[in-house]
C-alpha cells in the first residue's frame, strides 16, 4: 500500500521511515483507505496496533485522545481495566501538555502491559496495544515530550467502537451489550438495546441469516455465540412473562411520509420515522403486514403472531398501516407525491423468475411459481390438491421453505432439483439439514429442460445432468450441461424457485423515478434517494431479492436520509456509518487470528420437534433457549470490542 510510512499490526511491523517514497514496502495484513468522509487519513490507532501515513502526526497526542477513548468505553467491571486506564489517562495528558516526568514513561509501560494482561474483557487486553507499539516503537517522541516539555494538541481525530459480529450485522446492532445483558440477567434491558437497531427482534431471532456468527471470534476457539436465538430469548422473554412492552403514543406532527410496503424494510423506515415526530402511513396491498416475510416464510419457521406483535409496536408509535391498498390502481403514485413530503419505496418482490424450460408459458396445471406457492400455502389454502408428488427446482430459501411446506399440506413424496452440488447452495445450512431431516430427496447437478404434460397437466419433468465448470460472477462454478444425460421425474407438481422478481408497474416514466435494467429502483448508494428528490427506496426493491435483515438495516439507514431531506439537510452518511464502511475495509477479525484462549465450551442447540412429527404441523419446529441455557451461552461471549481511531 503506497503511501505507509510505519505500520504494526498483527504481528507485523513496516518500517518505511527514512526511505524514499518509491522504496516503501506494503503491509500485508491491513488495508488502510486514503480517506475518511472526504478528508485524508493521517493516521490510525486500533486494537492491534497503529498506522501511520504523515510523518507530522503527533503520536504522543494520538496516543492520549486513544487513551481517553478506550477510558470511556471501559465497563468498570474488572479493577485493571477500570481503575489502570484512569490512572494511564491522567498520566498521559500530563505528558501531552508539557509536565511529565521520565518515570512516567516506565510506569505507563508496566500498567498498560498490566491491563492487557490482566482484564477480563477484550476492551482492556487490546486497548493498550496501540500505546505499547507507539513506546516500543516511537520512544523518542516520548522523551522528547517529557525533556523537553513539548505540548502536544491541534489534530483532528475520529473514533469509534465495534466488534467482530457488529461489524458483520447489516442492522448494525449492539450485540456484545445485548448479549452481555442476558449474562447478567437482565433480557429485558437486552430486549431495550436490541430495539435500539431493529423492531423485529422476535423475527430477526427466527429467520436472519447470522452473518455476525460467521464473523464471532469465539469460532476460533471453539464454536460461534448463537447470537441469533439470543435476540430469540431476548424477544420471548417479553411474550413469556407477559412483560409491559414500553409505548411511545402518536405524536404531534408537522411532515408526513408515505411508506409502500409493510415488509422488513417499510416497517424499519416507519419505525424510526415515526420516533423523530414524523407522520408515517404505509400502503400495503396484501391484507396482512410484513410482506414476504408474513407470506414468503411458513409458521413453522415464523409464527404469524411473532411477527404481527412486532408490527403492532410499530402501530403503537402512530404508523397507520392502510392494508388492501394497491398503489398504482387504488392510489396513483403521482397522488402521493403532492400529499405527502417524502415517499419510501420499499415493496417486496412478490413475482418469480421464469426458468426458461420448454412448457412453462403453458399454463399447465400443477406449474406453480414459488412465490405463488408459498404464498397460498401461507394463507392456509392447498395450492393443487390434486397432486401429491412435487419437484421444487431451485437453491435457495424460498425452494427450501416450498418443500418443507409440501410436507405439510399433505404431499408425501417432495423432490428438490438443483444444478449445483450442496456446497454451492445459497439456502441456511441450518434449513439444508431439517430437509434432509424431514425427507426431502435431493437431485444435486442436474437442472430441468422440458415439462411433460398430459391433458393440460403436469405428469413428469425432464432433467439433465450437469458437471461443474469455471466459475461464474457470483464465485461459484458454472455448471455445464452433459450431452445426452437426460432423464424424467414423475411428478404432478413443478415449483420453480430459481429467482424472485419485483412490480414496479406503478412507476411510469413521467414520475421521474429510475429503475434499473434488472427491474430494480435506482438509488444512490449512500443517500437511498432515487433519480427523483425526496423519493427513496430501500429493500429487496433496490438490492433484488435479499435477505430479511439487510432490508432492515437499509430500512433504518433510508430513514436517517429522509430525515436529512426533510430538516433540508445535505443526505449523507453519518460518521458512525462512514466508521462501519471503514471498518469493513480494515477487517476486525481474521478468521486465522491465534486467541491464545483454551475454547472447549460448546453452543447448546434449540430443542426441535421429531422431523416425523414436525413434517406434517405448521406449529414452530423449535423451542427457544430456557432461561439459564440462554444465560450460559451468553457467558461465553469474549465482549471483544474494538475501538479504532484516525487522525485527519
Not at 304 to 320: F, T
Amino acid at each position: 500500500m503506497a503511501g505507509i510510512l510505519f505500520s504494526a499490526w498483527q504481528g507485523e511491523v513496516v518500517d518505511n521511515r527514512g526511505k524514499s517514497e518509491n522504496d516503501y514496502a506494503a503491509p500485508a495484513r491491513l488495508a488502510i483507505p486514503e480517506e475518511f468522509a472526504h478528508e485524508t487519513i493521517r493516521a490510525f490507532m486500533g486494537w492491534d496496533g497503529l498506522v501511520l501515513r504523515d510523518a507530522t502526526v503527533d503520536v504522543v497526542d494520538m496516543c492520549t485522545r486513544y487513551i481517553e477513548a478506550v477510558q470511556k468505553e471501559s465497563c468498570g467491571r474488572c479493577v485493571p481495566c477500570r481503575v489502570g486506564t484512569r490512572i494511564i489517562l491522567d498520566v498521559m495528558t500530563r505528558i501531552s501538555e508539557g509536565q511529565g516526568s521520565a518515570a512516567d514513561l516506565e510506569k505507563i509501560g508496566n500498567l498498560a502491559a498490566y491491563i492487557r494482561d490482566g482484564s477480563k474483557c477484550q476492551i482492556g487486553q487490546t486497548g493498550l496495544n496501540p500505546l505499547l507499539t507507539a513506546l516500543t516503537h516511537f520512544r523518542p517522541a516520548f522523551v522528547r515530550a517529557v525533556d523537553e516539555g513539548v505540548k502536544g494538541g491541534g489534530a483532528q481525530y475520529r473514533v469509534s467502537v465495534t466488534a467482530p459480529c457488529m461489524s458483520a450485522c447489516p442492522t448494525k446492532l449492539k450485540i456484545p451489550r445485548y448479549i452481555e445483558e442476558i449474562a447478567e440477567e437482565m433480557p429485558s434491558a437486552s430486549l431495550a438495546t436490541i430495539r435500539q437497531d431493529t423492531c423485529l427482534a422476535g423475527t430477526l431471532g427466527r429467520v436472519c441469516v447470522r452473518p455476525c456468527e460467521s464473523n464471532c471470534r469465539r469460532a476460533n476457539m471453539d464454536e460461534p455465540i448463537s447470537i441469533k436465538y439470543l435476540k430469540r430469548f431476548a424477544a420471548d422473554y417479553e411474550l413469556d412473562k407477559q412483560k409491559e412492552r414500553p409505548v411511545t403514543g402518536p405524536r404531534e406532527t408537522v411532515k408526513k411520509v408515505a411508506v409502500l410496503g409493510a415488509g422488513p424494510a417499510g416497517l424499519s423506515v416507519a419505525y424510526y420515522l415515526s420516533q423523530m415526530g414524523y407522520g408515517v402511513t404505509i400502503f400495503e396491498r396484501l391484507a396482512e403486514p410484513g410482506g414476504m416475510a408474513a407470506v414468503g416464510i411458513p409458521d413453522y419457521r415464523l409464527p404469524r403472531a411473532i411477527l404481527g406483535g412486532e408490527v403492532d409496536l410499530v402501530s403503537d408509535l402512530g404508523v397507520e398501516i392502510r392494508y388492501g391498498t394497491v398503489v398504482g390502481k387504488d392510489v396513483a403514485f403521482s397522488t402521493l407525491t403532492k400529499e405527502f413530503d417524502a415517499i419510501f419505496i420499499g415493496v417486496g418482490a412478490h413475482q418469480s423468475s421464469p426458468m426458461g424450460v420448454e412448457g412453462e408459458d403453458k399454463g399447465y396445471a400443477g406449474f406453480i411459481s414459488g412465490v405463488k406457492y408459498l404464498l397460498d400455502v401461507n394463507m392456509g389454502k392447498d395450492p393443487y390438491p390434486q397432486g401429491k408428488k412435487v419437484v421444487v427446482v431451485g437453491g435457495g430459501n424460498v425452494a427450501m421453505d416450498c418443500v418443507r411446506s409440501s410436507f405439510r399440506i399433505g404431499k408425501p413424496d417432495v423432490n428438490l432439483v438443483y444444478r449445483r452440488t450442496k456446497a454451492e447452495m445459497p439456502a441456511d445450512p441450518a434449513e439444508i439439514h431439517d430437509a434432509e431431516e424431514e425427507g426431502v430427496k435431493f437431485h444435486y447437478l442436474c437442472n430441468p429442460t422440458r415439462i411433460i404434460a398430459k391433458e393440460g397437466k403436469v405428469v413428469a419433468v425432464e432433467c439433465i445432468r450437469m458437471e461443474l465448470g469455471e466459475p461464474d460472477k457470483s464465485g461459484r462454478r458454472r455448471p455445464v450441461p452433459v450431452p445426452g444425460s437426460e432423464f424424467m421425474i414423475e411428478t404432478d407438481i413443478l415449483i420453480p424457485a430459481i429467482g424472485q422478481a419485483i412490480d414496479l408497474s406503478f412507476l411510469d416514466e413521467s414520475l421521474g423515478v429510475q429503475v434499473t435494467k434488472w427491474r430494480s429502483v435506482l438509488v444512490d448508494q449512500e443517500t437511498f434517494e432515487t433519480s427523483r428528490p425526496g423519493v427513496f427506496a430501500a429493500g429487496d426493491c433496490e438490492t433484488g431479492p435479499d435477505v430479511l435483515v439487510r432490508a432492515c438495516g437499509n430500512g433504518k439507514k433510508a430513514a436517517y436520509r429522509i430525515d436529512q431531506y426533510l430538516r433540508g439537510e445535505e443526505r449523507v452518511p453519518s460518521e458512525k456509518e462512514r466508521f462501519d464502511d471503514f471498518f469493513a475495509k480494515v477487517k476486525v477479525y481474521q478468521k486465522d487470528e491465534d486467541i491464545g484462549v483454551a475454547g472447549g465450551e460448546v453452543r447448546p442447540q434449540l430443542r426441535m420437534i421429531d422431523p416425523e412429527v414436525r413434517k406434517w404441523t405448521f406449529d414452530e419446529v423449535e423451542e427457544g433457549f430456557r432461561t439459564d441455557e440462554a444465560i450460559k451461552e451468553a457467558m461465553r461471549c469474549l465482549r471483544c470490542w474494538r475501538i479504532g481511531m484516525v487522525a485527519v
